[in-house]
């Protein structure tokens, strides 16, 4: 059966269907009650829960029971530096923050210079250094807690990475990994192998601390197979099953389809080193509008907020319900117009990354806090 669409942890293709992607990765969405089960600790719902951008899971129903009875859990994410840091790479990042203060856990984030130098043929080893370093600012920028927050840079950690990753490795074929992350006779033998070094951290907290830890994975949707394999393995090495908490891509500006990334595009992508002038740029020349081809069109019929990329961005970046709400009905209505909601989106981005370069610097003497080392 041809499929219109196609996410694996290194390309994504098409018009996602999130709903037939849960079905085909054997995900839950996130049902009302489970949402209800977050707000009773949290209060209120981050923007990113209340507007379902997070809406998928594994296992948080246990993660949240356990916690219930006093259990802790650490969480888990990372990032491939084969870049700069762009917007979508942050959302997850904005989420794991509110879930470190709101849960007062650790966080454990993995940056796999290793993986970006095995699976990009152009890149040097150097270069994926070089991007680690300059992307674990961008964490630190977000202002995680330096008490509670661990970098591990893999290439840098691999003495305690490599000796969990072996027992991963023991246990997973390779027929195994082919059909999970689709690699062929002509995959580097270094990618067959990658897999447990990206399950790995999921171990970690319990290997540090002596206890049975669960860990949380907040990422996108894309990253979903390392979790299987991760899951499988857990209880004969007599560990937890990872649990992990899905988000939907935040588009590419292009268009209103597939994920935002380096590989579409540098017109596709804002990154956190774009300045305003370039940021402005791209979002008036590249950003898909929903708008009318005219102005009489517009006034009279509005545009529509649910393909225009401008607004789509904007629902991953406003954390306010009534402003966000305003745009759509305004812009809907016709009395807001395209170049107008896209100027709304440059202020909100600009704004973002001007405090955001700010803190990007303060981090360059904040981070030997932050990376763990073996
Ligand atoms: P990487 O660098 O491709 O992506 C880093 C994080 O950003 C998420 N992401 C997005 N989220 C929303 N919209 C987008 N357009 C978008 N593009 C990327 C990814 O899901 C990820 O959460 N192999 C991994 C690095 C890694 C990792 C992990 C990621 C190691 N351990 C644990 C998540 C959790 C990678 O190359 O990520």
Same mark, same amino acid.
């Not at 043929?121 to 040097?124: E, G, I, R």
């Given at each position: 059966m041809a499929r219109d669409f196609i996410v694996t942890p290194w390309e994504v293709k098409g018009e996602v269907d999130y709903d037939k992607l849960v079905k085909q990765f054997g995900t839950s969405i996130i049902s009302d009650s489970l949402f209800n089960k977050i707000k009773k600790h949290t209060g209120k719902l981050h923007y990113m829960l209340r507007r379902k951008i997070f809406f998928s899971h594994r296992d948080l129903d246990i993660l949240l029971n356990e916690y219930e009875q006093g259990k802790k859990f650490a969480l888990y994410t990372g990032r491939g530096p084969s870049g700069h840091t762009h917007m979508g790479h942050i959302i997850p990042w904005i989420f794991t923050k509110w879930l470190q203060d709101a849960f007062d856990a650790p966080l454990y984030f993995q940056i796999t210079d290793d993986e970006k130098f095995l699976c990009k043929?152009?890149? @040097?080893k150097e270069e994926t250094k070089k991007f680690s370093y300059e992307n674990a600012l961008d964490l630190i920028a977000l202002g995680f807690n330096p008490k509670k927050t661990f970098i591990i840079i893999d290439t840098e950690y691999s003495k305690t990475l490599y000796n969990i990753a072996i027992q991963v490795a023991k246990k997973v074929t390779a027929s195994n990994a082919k059909s999970v992350?689709?690699?062929?006779?002509? @995959?580097?033998i270094g990618m067959y192998f990658w897999p447990a070094m990206q399950a790995a951290p999921c171990f970690l907290p319990s290997i540090l601390s002596g206890e049975k830890i669960r860990t949380l994975i907040p990422a996108?949707?894309?990253?979903?197979p390392y979790w299987r394999i991760a899951r499988d393995v857990a209880p004969k090495l007599g560990y937890l099953k990872t649990a992990a908490i899905h988000c939907t891509f935040l588009p590419a500006l292009t268009g209103p389809k597939g994920k935002m990334s380096t590989s579409e595009g540098m017109q596709s992508t804002i990154f956190t080193t774009d300045d305003e002038k370039t940021v402005k740029n791209k979002i008036m020349k590249y950003a898909f509008s929903g708008g009318k081809d005219t102005l009489e069109e517009h006034r009279k019929h509005g545009g529509n907020p649910d393909i225009d990329i401008s607004y789509q961005w904007l629902r991953f970046l406003e954390e306010n319900d009534k402003k966000l709400k305003n745009i759509y009905n305004d812009y809907s209505s016709g009395k807001l117009l395209s170049g107008e909601l896209k100027q709304i989106l440059v202020n909100k981005l600009n704004n973002f990354l001007k405090k955001h370069r700010e803190k990007k610097q303060k981090a360059k003497k904040q981070l030997d806090k932050f990376i763990l080392k073996d």
């Open positions: 043929p152009k890149l @040097t992350f689709g690699f062929t006779n002509e @995959t580097n996108a949707i894309d990253q979903d």
